[in-house]
């Protein structure tokens, strides 16, 4: 077959397609001259990519000469000339449907239908023409760069799809398995829907790459909230991904995990994406979704076992691991990291000494687990000590009680064995109750500063939402942010939202019972301390607090207790004079309200130049009592200046 001087040099791979588009050159060349001289061959010659597209998409060996045709106007510009004689028609230098019915022994006017692979299958690009058969057409960009060999996304896809990046993790076992089952399952002819089901993404993806990696095949992520919501667009979309999975031998990773479908109106166009789409395809989500008409395997990824995540410590800290000493085993247990942040944390780390590497590693994981609540929590920056909380015995008791339970659960729960007895039950939760001021942020802010652990306050008057499952999906992502750092969560004002459940007389009714149901439930599989505050323990329904690890009630300080907050309220740099701290005890004021008049009387001393006497304290609760409505009484301060 001879060569054209207009083609540039043709790489080795690429001669065979150029080679069958010498055959076309001479097949219309032979029509032109009125099938003078020599025909060609009734075929042409093989090439490798032209099989292969007409191999995967069905096409007929008249629509593959279809393809070729277009393929050669793309590729040699003298092939334009001979359309336009052909057509005797200089403005028509381009190939249609008419010429190739002309040209080709094997022409079939069945390509016309709407069900040929040309048309499913979108291979060309066609004019809009009153009579079809005279329409100009051209290759779709995909189709040629596949022609040509070219590593291409089509381009129409491109803003809904990117290959799925990121390095690698080492998988746990149990994420091992799944991986396992996807190949196996897919080698043998099943392309069932593969769902991934759980609030770890980066585990999720990890799985899918190592999924895809197995099979030698190219994964691609598209994220579910993007998908057009017009059926149309919906299903050209579709068909040019299925197209694409084809020809590129790729996997589509569908991430609906920040986009739940429950919520986000997603539920008809992931539906429509997912039905009758015999590719691979991996669902990502938080939690299970139904397809419908579409075998499904669905694996719920859980977060890692206490033994998996600490071979996964102990093989990316090398021999280090071995010379901590059991000091690894309370991060081990403390936070609930994936693989990439074990990973990341143990690389940040290697050149930090092994006496100070323990508390580097503790900061560092602290850290990382931030992110992930602060946009959902308001963290709290703890200060308070033991020895700032004023407590009866009995109270400081149970405190030191939930610190010990805090710190020994990785003994109690794995090494004890008591983890594989019951994976319910697990999680330390208490009931902190008593009016406002007596003390119960400071003593979560104590715990926090015991543990060396972030406090989030959490208002859940702010996570309420009168919309039926919005409440559960607030304290879902507030829950699942918090496991990877096994934060202190402080619920504020816990009767907002878990009062007494009433009985169901209608669907309200039913819905705030599954809220508080929802709430127990994952209270009980926290892998961190869950705190609770109210005012008004009497209203707490009496279910709800028999599943509560410990109550804690803090009393009303009376005039003693009161005495020694005051004696502890001022640091030790503020210049005082001549207090009387029983005196002062004699003010009904809680512990709150005493912080606020010391800081007030603070403020009066320092604009008077002047160390903080009675007199400086008297103004400010005189103050305090105007802004909480009530008068000081002769008995608080009758005694204040004999």
Known sequence: MSSFPNIPAISQSRQPLYNAIAWVHAVLTHHLDAHEGEAPAATPPPCPSLEHLSQHLGLSPFE????????????????????????????????????????????????????????????????????PTQARIALEHRILTYLLDVQSLDPKLQAWMQPLGGGLADLAPSQVQIVQRVVNTWQSGKLALVQLCGSDELAKQAIAQIIAQSLGLQIYRLQASTLPLTIPELVDLKQRWHREAILSQAILFIDSDRNPASSSGQ???????????????????????????????????AS??????????????????????????????????????????CAATQK?????????????????????????????????SWNDLILPSREKAVLHAIATQVKRRATVYEAWGFSQKSSRGLGISALFAGPSGTGKTMAAEVLAQEFNLDLYRIDLSAVSSKYIG?????????????????????????????????????SHDRHANLEVSYLLQRMEAYQGLAILTTNLKESLDQAFIRRLRFILN??????????????????TQTPTQNLD?????QLDMAGGNIRS???????????????????HILQAAQAECTKIGRSLTNNEIRYWFE
């Open 64 to 131: 593959a000469k279809i393809v070729l045709l277009c393929a050669a106007m793309e590729l040699e510009p003298s092939c334009a000339a001979l359309c336009a004689q052909i057509a005797r028609n200089p403005q028509k230098p381009y190939p249609t449907l008419g010429l190739a019915l002309q040209v080709f022994a094997d022409a079939d006017w069945d390509i016309l239908a709407v069900h040929r692979p040309l048309w499913t299958w979108k291979l060309l690009q066609v004019e809009e023409h009153p009579n």
């Open 267 to 301: 539920i008809e166009p992931l539906t429509l994406w997912t039905t009758d789409l015999n590719v691979p395809l991996i669902l990502s989500s938080s939690e299970r979704f139904a397809v419908r008409q579409r075998t499904t395997l669905t694996y719920d990824v």
């Open 304 to 345: 890692l076992t206490h033994l998996e995540k600490r071979t996964i410590w102990q093989q990316n800290l090398g021999d280090r691991a071995a010379e901590l000493n059991g000091q690894l085993e309370p991060i081990i247990a403390q936070f609930n990291l994936n693989s990439h942040m074990i990973q990341a944390a």
């Open 352 to 384: 930090i000494p092994l006496e100070t590497l323990p508390e580097t590693l503790w900061d560092y994981c602290r850290s990382q687990a931030r992110p992930q609540l602060e946009h959902l929590a308001q963290r709290i920056d703890c200060r308070a």
């Open 470 to 506: 919005e409440t559960e999906k607030n304290l879902r992502q507030i829950f699942d942010a918090a496991e990877s750092g096994g934060a202190v969560l402080l619920f504020d004002e816990a009767d907002a939202l878990f009062g007494k459940r009433t009985q169901v007389a209608s």
């Open 554 to 571: 803090f009393p009303y300080p009376q005039a003693a207790a009161r005495a020694e907050i005051w004696s502890r309220i001022f640091p």
């Open 581 to 585: 701290y029983e005196r002062l005890g």
């Open 597 to 615: 008049i010391a800081l007030n009387a603070a403020f009066i001393a320092a604009d008077a130049q002047h160390p903080i006497t009675m007199q």
